[in-house]
């Protein structure tokens, strides 16, 4: 038997039903501030990710899925939404629209790592991308958007974490204090954090290895480093959440674990995930259109791990999504089942979620089936019934039976019953 490879996984009914609601309520939200989906290909140049998301990330130095093509071409799944969407923003010259460009995009990505909970080898991921303007009110707007759509799905025990980390002109300082700060205490971390401490260190602040997580916490804070306008940009982004009524709390050794991300960087995490509880994360990158060969632009924005979404709406309390049938069409016969279908044709194109089985059944087996299925109703179709032209119409959930002719089904099922 063939199986799907590890770290891979097939999306089922009935939770392809909550998947296909979550995406649902994330295009209605998306199109309430104006974004526009954008849909770039599964796999990019190599170099696309090495220059955008950074060589010394876990992401390009250990995760990607890479392979090279019969051109001799470096291919690579793309890891993460971002860097794409600049690229088709560079090459199709997007910039020459005079407003602000709102996009996001759906869909699956790819990274070598552990499975865990909430993150496959292949996962999936809500992202938004705000092209054209620093101004701190489209970070405000974006986490405004964020919260409605998560209160949409009734998802409402989580955390919005905030940090400023910088540009570059405030950042050299902070990073040269920072490696001071490592050498002192390079005894005490991992071999990846030594190995960043040189190369870049402000990875080692996004470490998750318990042992370094002591050591992190004593680390200089970036927010002493900041510039008159990177404070000034973030005191002024607080303000807007603040108007908004919008909780946060400010972090200030938060960082993202890719390094087109500058001033502004953000997460939203939820206990309901366990250790691994990071729902949202995103920030300000205004300098990666620069680095993969475009105008300067700048850019905020976000990526969700739709499988942790998945995870809060199917636990308790959280809503379910409902795919049974309004109506189960029982036929008696060959007759009554070629009525049936005709009959399933007309209900079908009056938007009710009709369910025709094609095997015979008798009564009783057809009943077993549409509670099995949770049928709201139940029309019993046989040759009486095609004789007279009424048929018996089954309230499934109290057995509460009435006779009414063809043209009455549909009125009846959008009405309450007399009890």
């Not at 199986?3 to 609601?21: C, M, N, Y």
């Not at 087996?365 to 040759?383: H, P, V």
């Amino acid at each position: 038997m063939i199986k799907a490879i590890k770290g891979t996984r097939d999306i089922l009914p009935p939770e392809s039903a909550v998947w296909s609601q979550v995406e649902r309520a994330a295009r209605e939200v998306l199109h309430l501030y104006g974004f526009s989906e954008i849909r770039t290909p599964i796999f990019e140049s190599t170099e696309l990710f090495a220059r955008g998301v950074g060589e010394d990330t876990d992401i390009v130095s250990k995760e990607m899925y890479t392979f090279g093509d019969r051109d001799s071409r470096s291919l690579t799944l793309r890891p993460e939404g971002t860097a794409p969407v600049v690229r088709a923003f560079i090459e199709h010259q997007l910039h020459r629209n005079s407003q602000i460009l709102k996009l996001y995009y759906m869909g699956p990505m790819f990274r070598r790592e552990r499975p865990q909970r909430g993150r496959s080898r292949q996962f999936h991921q809500l992202g938004v991308e705000v092209l054209g303007s620093d101004h701190p009110a489209i970070e405000a707007e974006v986490i405004e958007l964020l919260q409605l759509f998560l209160s949409r799905l009734e998802i409402r025990e989580t955390e919005l974490l905030v940090n400023s980390i910088g540009c570059n002109c405030c950042r050299p300082q902070f990073l040269k204090e920072l490696q001071t700060e490592l050498a002192m205490k390079k005894a005490q971390l991992c071999q990846d954090c030594n190995r960043r401490s040189e190369t870049n260190p402000l990875r080692v602040l996004d470490c998750k290895v318990d042992s370094c997580q002591s050591v992190i916490e004593s680390l200089p804070s970036i927010l002493e480093f900041l510039d008159e306008a990177c404070r000034q940009h973030f005191d002024q982004f607080l303000s807007y959440l603040q108007s908004r009524d919008i909780d946060f709390r400010v972090v200030p050794r938060l960082v993202r674990g890719l390094d087109y991300y500058m001033r502004t960087t953000f997460e939203i995490v939820s206990p309901g995930l366990g250790a691994q509880n990071t729902l949202v994360g995103g920030g300000r990158y205004d300098g990666l259109a620069e680095i993969l060969g475009g105008d300067a632009t700048k850019g905020f924005g976000f990526a969700l791990g739709l499988e942790r979404i998945i995870l809060l709406c199917r636990q308790d309390g959280h809503p379910s999504v409902s795919i049974s049938p309004q109506l189960f069409l029982a036929p008696l016969g060959e007759r009554a089942f070629n009525k049936a279908t005709l009959m399933a044709r007309e209900f079908r194109h009056q938007e009710v979620y009709c369910f025709l089985d094609f095997i015979p059944r008798t009564l009783k087996s057809a009943m077993r089936l549409a509670n099995k299925l949770a049928a709201e109703y139940l029309l019993i179709i046989g040759d009486d019934e095609l004789r007279s032209g009424k048929y018996p119409l089954k309230r499934m959930r109290d057995g509460a039976q009435i006779v009414v002719i063809e043209a009455e089904v549909l009125s009846r099922l959008r009405s309450v019953w007399e009890d």
